[in-house]
């Protein structure tokens, strides 16, 4: 059975802060990896990993993947308040479809 | 562009009523899906469309009936409401090769009294 697994489940940090978010995979025919930002509504799309050891940044936000050892990492640097939100992480199969994890609930106090 | 839209954004049903929450796209994307979302559950698929006229099932899919008879069009269907099926429910679209990510809809509140 496909599953996604993300730690750590909760996360309090000061701004200023550096986080490191993790997601382990199993997926069956593995495509590719998708990091998603959920606030009070629907998830925003931030990154999608296919290639192992390549990283994909957007500002402070940064993503690779380790497609040898299934997992991923998403690294937010001086963190801001607004990055407080779940973020998700997915797997995505030869089927197009997604698997996600519980997401990381991320709170960043001022 | 709208994107994807999703309706109602809230409903309340009694159980054993059916209902049917609609959603549809106007990017054109070949791929559609429709998720729930429970607290410390994450989102589970619920039924996914990899094109007009073809559907499969996701991890979660009993109660559930879905159809695509269009490319904008992915309809869910619950057939006999249950307490069990009080969620959050997103529709998500993309291209074929994912290249730009899921686009999701701004949600259905459904409660099941």
């Known amino acids: 059975e496909d599953k996604v697994v993300q730690s750590p489940l909760s996360l309090v940090v000061h701004e200023g802060d550096t986080v490191t978010l993790n997601c382990s995979y199993e997926v069956t025919n593995f495509r590719s990896l998708l990091w998603y930002k959920q606030e009070k509504k629907a998830p925003t799309f931030l990154f999608m990993l296919t290639s192992s050891g390549i990283e994909k940044k957007s500002g402070r936000l940064s993503s690779i993947l380790d497609k040898k050892e299934l997992f991923s990492i998403l690294n937010i640097t001086a963190t801001q308040t607004g990055d407080s939100a779940v973020y998700l992480c997915?797997?995505?199969?030869?089927?197009?479809?997604?698997?996600f994890g519980t997401g990381t609930l991320l709170a960043v106090q001022p | 562009n709208a994107g994807v839209t999703q309706t109602p954004k809230f409903q309340v049903l009694k159980t054993g009523q059916s209902m049917t929450l609609q959603c549809a796209q106007d990017m054109n994307h070949e791929y559609m899906s429709w998720y729930r979302q429970d607290p410390g559950m994450g989102l589970r698929l619920i039924h996914y469309s990899v094109g007009a006229g073809i559907t499969d099932q996701g991890e979660v899919p009993n109660g559930y009936n879905v159809s695509r008879s269009t490319t904008e069009d992915f309809p869910l269907r619950l057939l006999s409401a249950a307490p069990s099926q009080t969620s959050v429910y997103f529709c998500?679209?993309?291209?074929?090769?994912?290249?730009?990510?899921?686009?999701f809809g701004s949600g259905t509140r459904l409660t099941v009294v």
């Open positions: 998500a679209s993309s291209y074929s090769n994912r290249q730009n990510g899921y686009t």
């Open positions: 997915a797997g995505g199969g030869a089927t197009n479809k997604l698997i």
